[in-house]
């Protein structure tokens, strides 16, 4: 089926509910975001405020619940489209996390042979506040009137711009999802050690082993002011059920960091119900995006 060519209306930005923004930045910038779901137990939840909830997964995992989660099917995708195109949008901008963690980049290419109206799907190869702000940077390209492509384009720079740091009080949990990757290495007798990550390449990797929690939280404010370096960035501090701690961070970031904020708020909040299902209680993780990368 050929595609129409992209008419007067706006384009339009979807993304999915792991990019973790706080809902006043998706109503400012007209986002559209389609939830991934969380499956506790026999119960399939979509993610978000009046479904799975980080509280109420955090407590599943507490309890050994069974945990899972899955993407949003090629049809869910569709109807966020074809929506678009019944509200006036000329194309569509979809950008969405790693492709190598989940399969919502691959129902958002299925969904965009289908759709009524020009769709540019994008895998970030990030996770988190890191597709956020990707998404965030389509928005502005858009909002400028820039065409689809473009939006992409910058969402894609952001994206890979962009440092996704975290520690976790173990890795239980992204053992049993499958989600660990090279980070594999640090299993076995390691468990024991406090692990820092990194998205690389779209996928989970080890970054350094450390014997506390509050040496890695030390470590991790020192990395992400090396990874802001004189840059102007937005950064965001996210946790599950470490609220303490990661506002300790936040206040120490906020400081160190005020010049390259340059007065933007630096965000602090839970990590969303899909990604704590896969990191467990504990987690404090660190996004540093760049503003033009």
């Known amino acids: 089926m050929s595609k129409p060519a992209a008419g007067e209306g706006p384009v339009v930005v979807v993304t999915d509910s792991t990019a973790s923004l706080p809902p006043e930045a998706v109503a400012e910038h007209g986002l559209v975001v389609v939830p991934l779901q969380v499956v506790i137990g026999a119960q399939v939840l979509d993610e978000g405020s009046e479904g799975a909830t980080p509280d109420r997964v955090a407590q599943a995992l507490r309890e050994y619940t069974p945990v899972s989660t899955s993407r949003p099917s090629p049809a869910v995708m569709l109807e966020a489209y074809e929506r678009a195109h019944a509200e006036g949008a000329s194309a569509v901008v979809s950008v969405h996390l790693s492709g190598e963690m989940s399969g919502t980049y691959e129902s958002a290419q299925l969904a965009a042979r289908e759709a009524p109206l020009p769709v540019v799907c994008v895998d970030t190869r990030q996770v988190g506040i890191g597709t956020g702000y990707a998404a965030l940077a389509a928005a502005r390209v858009a909002a400028a009137g820039g065409s689809a492509q473009e939006a992409a384009d910058a969402a894609r720079a952001r994206a890979e711009a962009t440092a996704s740091l975290f520690y976790v009080d173990t890795l239980e949990y992204l053992r049993r999802g499958g989600r660990i990757g090279a980070a594999a290495a ?3 007798g390691a468990l024991a050690v406090k692990p820092l990550l990194r998205i690389d390449e779209g996928r989970v990797d080890s970054l350094e082993r450390v014997r506390t929690s509050a040496r890695a939280l030390a470590r991790l404010e020192e990395l992400a002011v090396e990874a802001a370096g004189e840059a102007q960035v937005d950064v965001y501090v996210a946790h599950l059920a470490n609220p303490e701690r990661a506002e300790v961070l936040a206040d120490h ?41």
């Not at 990191?279 to 503003?291: F, K």
């Open 253 to 293: 970031l906020r400081e160190r960091l005020a010049d390259q904020l340059g007065g933007r708020e630096l965000w602090c909040g839970e990590l969303g119900a899909v990604l704590g299902a896969h990191v467990g209680p504990g987690m404090i993780a660190v996004c540093v995006a760049p503003l033009h990368p």
């Open 186 to 188: 640090l299993l076995g």
